[in-house]
């Protein structure tokens, strides 16, 4: 007689002694099948995790008491139970409250339905998940890990939502900032390294004047108090033969990806839009500017993105399809497409459009005109990356000017103090102060 089946879902990221434990008390009633969260149906609802799926399978399947791994991709159970009918569930109890009790009831309904059972297991004492998580962030990461995340991003999330950060301390806010809401977790997959932040933040204009070497400088200070992935923004990349060099410089480094925009002359910002001439460059010579990055860089993890102007140079919705089809050909990760205009529509119009064509080449949106549209409404257009490109400087600044004349009007401290984190909350922020 064929041993009874059970059922146990698991992210087994961070390995400890409550889920062996769990693992060992489900052994007791027949052969267990860890149902193993894809990286997908862990980011519907929590940060991804460290480890790739592969990698937490080759864990668990060397476990004592493991009989089979399943993949469960989705967070909902119903999927896998309906499709294996185990005799057994085993779950923590730690599922009776919280944003899981939907899930258990759901899970009760459907094993009474089947005929089966659930099994709750109490919660392993002492064992704090968030609090190993926490401890597991403060080693840091290496450069290999961090560039790879960016793919695994795109592939498990509907959209990867990244965040502009142009010094350390965006850097931690965007490493750190979580909101709970309707059940789900939300938080900032990545940062963007901008050219118009970082030159605005140095009081230069954003002509590409801010050179490679010292953009570099101002990354490593986010590179070193973060793990999360960064998008360079490369502007144009500068001549074939110097962009070369900058792919290389920024895979050894750990970045994710960078974004070369299409134009040609000195850098006149985007958002100008038809008020600045933007000279767009020839389809061919930018194909052979991602063909050179694609032969430079040493990995297959790092992404070269091309950002199209078409739209911001006044030309309509097919010019930028026809450049985004050949710079794909011609070895681009993905595509940007920007626009100046308030409705988004010309945006929608090209992402459904490309998307008939390439269902899988990730695609980028930059909101800043057209704010109005929610993230959800992009995935459904087929966007796979927002960037808010520049919302922490343009939040900072007048924060910093009303502070500044406050003091001015006052003569005086006291009246900012509303305005002011206190400088205990401040040293508390940057780890490693003591």
Sequence with gaps: MANKKVYLGMVADIMH???????????????????????????????????????????????????????????????????????????????????????????????????????????????????LFDEVKTIGTTPEVRMKRLRRL????????????????CGLIIENLEVEENGKHNAFDGMWSSSLTDSTSKGKPDIEAV??????????????????????????????????????????????????????GLKKN????????????????????????????????????ARIESLIAGKPVADALERAFAYVDAGADGVMIHSKHKSGEDIKAFCIEFR????????VVVPTTYDHIRESELAEWGANVVIYANHMLRAAYPAMKKAAETILRNGRAEEVRPLC???KEILELIPGTK
Excluded at 85 to 113: S, T
Excluded at 237 to 256: A, D
Excluded at 357 to 363: E, F, G, L, R, T
Aim: aromatic share 6%; charged share 25%.
């Design 270 to 305: 985007s958002l100008f839009g038809t008020e600045a001439v933007q000279t767009q460059d020839s389809i061919e010579h930018f194909c052979e500017k991602i063909k050179a990055g694609k032969d430079a860089q040493v990995t297959k993890d790092f992404m070269i993105i």
């Design 356 to 363: 008939k064509a390439h269902p899988k080449i990730p695609i």
């Design 154 to 169: 795109i592939a498990a999330k509907p959209i990867v939502r990244i965040m502009e950060a142009h010094d350390g301390l």
């Design 421 to 423: 984190m206190p400088i």
């Design 17 to 131: 002694p409550g889920l062996i434990n769990i693992i060992n008390e489900g052994a007791k009633y027949g052969d267990v099948i860890i149902g193993l969260y894809t990286d997908k149906a862990v980011a519907e609802r929590k940060r991804l995790p460290f480890l790739t799926y592969e990698q937490r399978k080759t864990v668990i399947e060397n476990l004592k008491n493991v009989s089979e791994i399943v993949p469960q991709d989705e967070w909902s159970y119903i999927p896998n139970l309906k499709k294996l009918k185990p005799d057994y569930i085993i779950h923590g109890d730690d599922w009776q409250n919280g944003i899981d009790m939907e899930v258990r009831e759901e899970v009760f309904k459907l094993m009474e339905a089947q005929g089966g059972q659930v099994i709750e297991i109490p919660y392993t004492k002492g064992i704090n998940s968030s609090a």
């Design 211 to 264: 050179d490679l070497t010292t953009r570099l400088q101002d990354l490593n200070n986010i590179l070193e108090c973060t793990t999360k992935p960064i998008i360079f923004d490369g502007d144009t990349g500068g001549k074939i033969e110097h962009f070369v060099f900058t792919v290389r410089t920024l895979e050894r480094h750990g970045i994710s990806a960078v974004i070369i925009e299409d134009k040609i």
